[in-house]
């Protein structure tokens, strides 16, 4: 299995608190992501980031920002929580870009209340 | 951007027999077609992937096929087994920066 590590893995918040989430890998890959996973929806692009301190956009990243200061950490924030943020949310990682295998670490539970 | 359908949402067969989950994209220059599996409260895991310079892809009871002139691939399980009960995530992509669509996936219930 991949080297990667998600956490918190379970987190109850409330409303208008700041959340980040934290996603660490062991494999030196270039590319992480975070998505977020809900019912009906499946898994859906929040932010990724192709090197140290490259980021951008996914089709869901209204009210989310990420940094990347080193290779192995990718940081999820959720400024001002609100109920419709939660959700599971997972990182992945790859070696390369789009057409590379992505392989994604255990998820958070984030339940915002 | 990238559009990614499967069908049937639901599916269920009988031990032993096969199953087919089809998915079709939309963005012709999609180039990498990965299959996830994932099992209730866990994470997807990649069970196989195809590229476009390839028509079928197989693993043990598993295979991928492309149609790249109809834009659809499906995944085929052979002799399934109640291990193979799990939601079924396909996706595409063009490569690149270019991110990964996933389809909404289909639940697959194997009856033993």
């Known amino acids: 299995d991949a080297g990667i590590t998600q956490s918190p893995r379970h987190k109850v918040t409330e409303t208008g608190t700041p959340v980040t989430l934290r996603c660490h890998q062991t494999?030196?890959?270039?590319?992480m992501y975070w998505y977020r996973q809900d019912p009906g929806h499946g898994l859906r692009l929040i932010h990724y980031?192709?090197?140290?301190?490259?980021?951008d956009k996914g089709e869901v990243s209204d009210g989310y920002s990420v940094s990347r200061s080193k290779t192995e950490d990718f940081l999820l924030t959720l400024e001002s929580a609100t109920s419709s943020q939660t959700s599971v949310y997972f990182c992945a990682i790859s070696e390369g870009g789009g057409n590379q295998p992505q392989h994604f670490g255990d998820g958070t539970r984030l339940s915002i209340l | 951007g990238e559009n990614v359908e499967q069908h049937p949402s639901t599916l269920s067969v009988q031990e032993g027999d096969s199953a087919v989950i089809k998915c079709t994209y939309s963005?012709?220059?999609?180039?990498?077609f990965p299959w996830y599996k994932q099992e209730l409260g866990k994470r997807p895991q990649l069970i196989i992937d195809?590229?476009?310079?390839?028509g079928e892809k197989k693993d043990q009871r598993i295979a991928v096929t492309l149609n790249k002139t109809a834009k659809h691939f499906s995944l085929h399980i052979t002799e399934t087994q109640p291990e193979d009960s799990a939601v079924y995530f396909c996706?595409?992509?063009?490569?690149?920066?270019?991110?990964?669509?996933f389809g909404k996936g289909n639940q697959v219930v194997v009856i033993p």
């Open positions: 980031s192709y090197g140290v301190k490259d980021t």
């Open positions: 494999e030196n890959h270039r590319y």
């Open positions: 996706a595409a992509s063009r490569g690149g920066n270019n991110r990964l669509a």
């Open positions: 963005d012709s220059a999609s180039n990498y």
């Open positions: 195809i590229r476009s310079n390839v």
